[in-house]
């Protein structure tokens, strides 16, 4: 693909984000939402943040594939459930994920 190509891509991806983040706010100017639309909008963000971490750490281009990175993800899950501070959680995962890659794993 040609750099023009990219920047036409990365354009009309600004453009997308833009629309659909003014359609809120435009559809319902200073009308407050039902309390179970706002629920539902305060577990979106969290949904969303756990579907890319779910597929960043088990897919490798167009496959399935469990390895370094994975248990890396899991360690941090894990660490974070169990209410470890954030800089231990990345640390711990950065860490497993070294280690299996030295170790050949990932």
């Known amino acids: 693909m040609s750099a023009a190509t990219w920047w036409v891509l990365v354009a009309l991806c ?3 984000t833009a ?9 319902t100017a200073d009308r407050e939402l039902p309390p179970a639309a706002v629920r539902v909008v305060v577990l979106l963000s969290s949904a969303l943040l756990a579907a890319l971490v779910v597929t ?6 167009t496959d399935l ?5 994975t248990a890396g993800v899991a360690v ?8 470890a501070h954030v800089l231990v ?3 711990a995962a950065a860490a497993v994920t070294a280690g299996l890659r030295a170790l050949g794993v990932g």
Do not use: K
């Open 14 to 16: 600004v453009v997308t």
């Open 19 to 27: 629309l659909t983040r003014g359609v809120g706010p435009a559809a």
């Open 56 to 61: 960043s750490a088990l897919a490798d281009g």
């Open 65 to 69: 594939r469990i390895g370094a990175d």
């Open 76 to 83: 941090a899950g894990l660490l974070l459930w169990r209410r």
């Open 89 to 91: 959680a990345v640390v």
